[in-house]
């Protein structure tokens, strides 16, 4: 099973961008899917978490900016940003909770991480 994330890049601040990161392999089921965050000299925390059933939680941070949503035809989950500023720098991580085929437990994926970097 892998994670893909993509769609990083440099922007202005006030500016939009849009992460995306697919799941591939085999899969079972997709419980959560969410992004984290971290920045430099900070440890990582999380940005914004869907379940399979579409709830969505946000960090006091983004919310209002930001917006998760997901495809579960396609296994991937999209991190919509919006008004982005200067403390939104940071390597954005994708994580999964998912079933492989032939497994009984979910466990914990990681996708490579994405650079975003908002300039002032």
């Known amino acids: 099973v892998q994670l893909q994330a993509s769609g990083g890049g440099l922007v202005q601040a006030g500016g939009s961008l849009r992460l995306s990161c697919a799941a591939s392999?085999?899969?079972?089921?997709?419980?959560?899917m969410g992004w984290y965050r971290q920045a430099p000299g900070k440890q990582r925390e999380l940005v914004a978490v869907?379940?399979?059933?579409?709830?969505?939680n946000y960090a006091d941070s983004v919310k209002g900016r930001f917006t998760i949503f997901r495809d579960n035809a396609k296994n991937t989950v999209y991190l919509q940003m919006n008004s982005l500023k200067p403390e939104d720098t940071a390597v954005y991580y994708c994580?999964?909770?998912?079933?492989?085929?032939?497994?009984?437990?979910?466990?914990?994926?990681w996708g490579q991480g994405t650079l975003v970097t908002v300039s002032s």
């Open positions: 869907i379940s399979s059933g579409a709830r969505k």
């Open positions: 994580n999964a909770d998912l079933m492989r085929v032939g497994d009984v437990h979910e466990y914990d994926y």
């Open positions: 392999g085999s899969i079972f089921s997709i419980n959560n």
